[in-house]
């Protein structure tokens, strides 16, 4: 029975995130329900895959007989029961994680990105403050336990707040619940760290002035300090997260898509991640995928920038194009105007179009004062 209930669970998520979607980013004249049918199953999946009828059918009995298999050996095997269902799961994740990535991973994270609006309008700094309160109750809870302190009611009454307290407030203080941390640099998850190592000493001289016994308080303090700040962070990269694996799971369903642009960027510094950044605003609705970096920087050569690997500089060009399939070369660097014409006479004579990606600054007339972008893609 594991096969159907894993299918009947992965649709019931599959539906439930797609009639949840934004309207913009679902498809035309569509109307998803839970209860709707569609051919995303496994035995769909399989049969996409170049697979018949009878392939379909062995494979699923195939992975019916190997789950009968764990079951029966976990039972038989008691003693090593733990270990053979940590290497079936570690298998498990890593089969499911790949066919689940072009349908509910790649779903779930768009209707993630397009919630952003939503979340901006009131909701984002209460899930903030609810999550760092939640987490420092837990961490303080994890460092109880590692210092070897009892978890009594008496403690929660009197210490918890004494340490959670005075972080909250130097969070508030320190203005992280103002911070746009989807925008956030090296300096503001420093004032957040700095933040809640001070309200921890602030908890622990609380805890040494009110408390008639306090062992392991300097330990136990340390402890707390440095384990709170790695959960406050990372809920607070979430949206980076969820970016990072939407260009992941965008690029693996579209490098092979009929229809996609190719394209090589030349350069890897910062008007190439603005680019990418650009890209990751409109998950699902985008018709090009990078396919490499061109950097004239020896030392960035084979390296990975962004999830995208460095061919080389333009002298390497003719390589990449005689192993690789490349629509077009777009310029994510700052680059003269006599270079830009050399390239595009270059890349014009092998056929591929040629743009630029512009970040500046304009003067602006007040007869001009239409709404423009502020970066744009021209076209050598």
Same mark, same amino acid.
Request: glycine share 8%; charged share 20%; proline share 4%.
């Given at each position: 029975?594991?096969?159907?209930?894993?299918?009947?669970?992965?649709?019931?998520?599959?539906?439930?995130?797609?009639?949840?979607?934004?309207?913009?980013? *679902?498809?035309?004249?569509?109307?998803?329900?839970?209860?709707?049918?569609?051919?995303?199953?496994?035995?769909?999946?399989?049969?996409?895959?170049?697979?018949?009828?009878?392939? %379909?059918?062995?494979?699923?009995?195939?992975?019916?007989?190997?789950?009968?298999?764990? &079951?029966?050996?976990?039972?038989?095997? /008691?003693? /090593?029961?733990?270990?053979?269902?940590?290497?079936?799961?570690?298998? $498990? @994740?890593?089969?499911?994680?790949?066919?689940?990535?072009?349908?509910?991973?790649?779903?779930?994270?768009?209707?993630?990105?397009?919630?952003?609006?939503?979340?901006?309008?009131?909701?984002?700094?209460?899930?903030?403050?609810? %999550?760092?309160?939640?987490?420092?109750?837990?961490?303080?809870?994890? #460092? /109880?336990?590692?210092?070897?302190?009892?978890?009594?009611?008496?403690?929660?009454?009197?210490?918890?707040?004494?340490?959670?307290?005075?972080?909250?407030?130097?969070?508030? %203080? %320190? *203005?992280?619940?103002?911070?746009?941390?989807?925008?956030?640099?090296?300096?503001?998850?420093?004032?957040?760290?700095?933040?809640?190592?001070? &309200?921890?000493?602030?908890?622990?001289?609380?805890?040494?002035?009110?408390?008639?016994?306090?062992?392991?308080?300097?330990?136990?303090?340390?402890?707390?300090?440095?384990?709170?700040?790695?959960?406050?962070?990372?809920? /607070?990269?979430?949206?980076?997260?969820?970016?990072?694996?939407?260009?992941?799971?965008?690029?693996?369903?579209?490098?092979? *898509?009929?229809?996609?642009?190719?394209?090589?960027?030349?350069?890897?510094?910062?008007?190439?991640?603005?680019?990418?950044?650009?890209?990751?605003?409109?998950?699902?609705?985008?018709?090009?995928?990078?396919?490499?970096?061109?950097?004239?920087?020896?030392?960035?050569?084979?390296?990975?920038?962004?999830?995208?690997?460095?061919?080389?500089?333009?002298?390497?060009?003719?390589? !990449?194009?005689?192993?690789?399939?490349?629509?077009?070369?777009? @310029?994510?660097?700052?680059?003269? #105007?006599?270079?830009?014409?050399?390239? #595009?006479?270059?890349?014009?004579?092998?056929?591929?179009?040629?743009?630029? !990606?512009?970040?500046?600054? *304009?003067?602006?007339? #007040?007869?001009? $004062?239409?709404?423009?972008?502020?970066?744009?893609?021209?076209?050598?």
């Amino acid at each position: 029975m594991g096969v159907p209930i894993f299918d009947t669970m992965l649709a019931i998520w599959r539906r439930s995130v797609r009639s949840l979607l934004p309207q913009p980013l *679902k498809e035309a004249g569509s109307r998803v329900r839970v209860m709707q049918p569609d051919r995303d199953h496994l035995h769909h999946r399989l049969l996409r895959q170049t697979m018949n009828q009878r392939s %379909a059918a062995v494979m699923l009995y195939a992975m019916s007989a190997a789950l009968v298999t764990l &079951g029966l050996g976990g039972t038989l095997l /008691r003693g /090593r029961a733990p270990g053979l269902f940590l290497i079936a799961f570690v298998l $498990a @994740i890593a089969v499911v994680a790949r066919h689940l990535e072009s349908v509910e991973l790649w779903d779930t994270g768009r209707l993630l990105s397009g919630k952003r609006g939503a979340m901006r309008q009131g909701l984002l700094v209460p899930c903030y403050i609810l %999550a760092d309160v939640v987490l420092l109750c837990g961490v303080w809870m994890l #460092a /109880r336990w590692e210092t070897g302190l009892p978890l009594a009611r008496a403690a929660f009454l009197s210490e918890l707040p004494r340490y959670v307290v005075p972080v909250f407030v130097l969070l508030v %203080a %320190a *203005k992280t619940y103002q911070r746009v941390w989807s925008r956030a640099q090296v300096r503001d998850f420093a004032i957040l760290g700095v933040a809640v190592a001070a &309200g921890s000493v602030v908890g622990a001289g609380l805890v040494w002035l009110f408390s008639e016994s306090h062992p392991h308080v300097a330990r136990f303090t340390l402890l707390f300090g440095t384990q709170a700040v790695i959960p406050l962070c990372a809920i /607070r990269l979430w949206r980076d997260s969820v970016s990072g694996l939407m260009q992941v799971l965008e690029r693996n369903i579209l490098i092979n *898509k009929p229809g996609t642009q190719r394209l090589l960027a030349y350069g890897g510094g910062i008007r190439f991640r603005s680019y990418l950044r650009e890209l990751s605003e409109r998950p699902g609705m985008n018709d090009r995928v990078i396919v490499g970096v061109i950097d004239d920087d020896l030392n960035l050569r084979g390296r990975i920038i962004a999830g995208h690997r460095v061919i080389g500089g333009f002298d390497r060009l003719g390589e !990449w194009l005689a192993q690789q399939r490349v629509d077009g070369v777009i @310029i994510t660097c700052l680059m003269d #105007a006599k270079k830009q014409a050399h390239v #595009a006479r270059v890349l014009g004579k092998a056929g591929l179009r040629v743009t630029v !990606w512009a970040c500046e600054e *304009k003067p602006l007339r #007040a007869a001009e $004062a239409a709404p423009q972008p502020r970066c744009s893609t021209e076209e050598e």
